[in-house]
């Protein structure tokens, strides 16, 4: 059930939110549990058993936890990390290895007849688990480091790690960060007409853009590395990097709207990332939830920016390799995370006090271009894919009619490319500060006005909705 279905919208939205309502404020966590249960099973049945399985877990050895047990507590965290990062691996990447296990093997001389009957049969990656797995691991490490106590109510602290909004694609929200809002929140009707319109912002994000540019994403990168033609294969990966922002930061908008609707106050995941002058910019404003988690208990423990430059390179390059895999257990996403570490290495060095001088204008070309050039990376199925892809982008080939840009590029799909690429500028921010600065209006025409185009906002992206069924989410099953 992703948030654009109008199984969502129309059915579960507004009975949760009725239903929230009318519980009161002593039956608001066990009612926002349950239906968030509930929104787990619809697409996972048997998976709840996990979810519910990591939460036990990690509230059990919590209260164990204690930054003044010494030995003892450190053992119990590492039993806790174990369990977290056993159950992501077993389910994540356990094909993915032994798929790559089985190939070593061949190539070795061993005999491997047929793909064995439990790999075969090995069961789809539940959704969501890379993101509540990562909420768990923040817990349980923030309580070891003394930064906030275990919850004692394993009901609240189930409400914090499977809370719908966020469950299955972020933000990836610390208990430190909601613990208050868990134990006591405010409820308003300004609070949620906020909410209403954040969410129907990323709804439309959604539905208008991401959606319409992904059809001629989908096409170009379909086509054989002989069909398809170089200004085509630039417009695929330029679609696609549309795609991916207003799919996943329209994603954030919907659940930090929910979020509001119900009281909470979820961190932002997006900051404009495609107007960064640098790859180290660029990973400040794109998914700054999952980056700050990375750098919070990964990078600074491993030693962070301290120490010789060969040191602080093998750090960045850990961590955005294990980055990648966290996207997906495929070479693809390995190599898009190395080749991030390899240029945020690069930005460390001499290159990168020679790209802060550069003008501004060539800083942001070179950041578009390797960012460009790593969603190839991390839109193909495989390393032999992608490179027949790039390969076209830098020979000049012509391709054949199929990969005619007119045949697939219409109107509808030039609208949410301008619309997605103006509105990732600081463009529309300028204008409307301009327009302020020209025009006095009186406050309540502006609020009006404001909910006014929400509202049309919403209807259009409803009867889209109602009308399209092609609606693909790239970040279901992280």
Not at 36 to 52: I, N
Not at 122 to 130: E, F, K
Not at 416 to 437: D, E, H, I, M, Y
Request: proline share 5%; charged share 15%; with cysteine.
């Amino acid at each position: 059930m992703v948030f654009s279905s109008p199984i969502f919208l129309f059915g579960f939205l507004p009975l949760v939110l009725l239903g929230y309502l009318l519980a009161g404020k002593s039956g608001r966590n066990v009612f926002l549990l349950i239906a968030s249960l509930f929104f787990y099973a619809w697409g996972e049945p048997v998976f709840v058993l996990l979810l519910l399985t990591s939460i036990f877990a990690n509230y059990v050895f919590a209260l164990r936890l204690s930054p003044r047990d010494g030995i003892s507590s450190k053992t119990t965290l590492c039993a806790v990390v174990s369990i977290n990062l056993g159950l992501l691996c077993l389910f994540k990447y356990m094909p993915f290895l032994a798929e790559n296990a089985l190939l070593v093997l061949g190539r070795s001389g061993t005999r491997i007849e047929n793909t064995p009957y439990w790999l075969a049969n090995w069961p789809a990656m539940p959704i969501g688990i890379s993101f509540f797995t990562f909420q768990a691991l923040s817990y349980v490490i923030d309580v070891s480091r003394g930064i906030c106590p275990a919850q004692r109510n394993p009901l609240k602290l189930g409400l914090y790690i499977s809370m719908f909004p966020q469950l299955i694609a972020g933000p990836i929200v610390r208990y430190s960060e909601i613990r208050e809002q868990i134990d006591k929140r405010h409820w308003s009707l300004d609070a949620f007409s906020e909410g209403a319109m954040r969410f129907t912002l990323g709804l439309a994000k959604k539905i208008l853009i991401a959606d319409t540019v992904a059809r001629v994403a989908d096409i170009f990168f379909s086509l054989s590395p002989g069909s398809l033609s170089t200004p085509a294969a630039w417009l695929g990966v330029i679609c696609f990097a549309i795609q991916i922002y207003y799919d996943f930061s329209g994603y954030s908008d919907m659940a930090i709207g929910m979020g509001r609707m119900f009281g909470f106050r979820y961190p932002e995941n997006f900051n404009q990332p495609y107007i960064a002058r640098s790859v180290r910019d660029f990973w400040r404003r794109w998914h700054m939830t999952l980056s700050r988690w990375f750098r919070d208990y990964l990078y600074i423990p491993l030693g962070g920016s301290r120490g010789p430059s060969w040191r602080v390179g093998l750090n960045l390059f850990v961590v955005f390799s294990l980055c990648g895999l966290w996207h997906g257990a495929s070479w693809t996403f390995l190599v898009w995370g190395l080749f991030h570490g390899g240029f945020l290495a690069l930005e460390r060095t001499a290159f990168g006090k020679a790209l802060s001088s550069w003008p501004k204008v060539f800083q942001h070309a070179y950041l578009v271009f390797v960012v460009l050039i790593s969603w190839v990376l991390f839109r193909c199925e495989s390393i032999t894919d992608a490179s027949h892809y790039l390969t076209v982008m830098f020979t000049f080939q012509a391709g054949d009619p199929s990969s005619s840009i007119a045949m697939h590029f219409g109107n509808d799909a030039l609208l949410a490319l301008l619309a997605g690429t103006l509105f990732c500028s600081n463009v529309p921010k300028s204008l409307v500060a301009w327009f302020r600065s020209k025009v006095v209006l009186p406050s309540t025409f502006l609020e009006g006005a404001r909910a006014a185009s929400f509202v049309a906002l919403f209807a259009l992206t409803v009867l889209s909705v109602a009308s399209n069924s092609y609606s693909p989410f790239l970040y279901f099953r992280f």
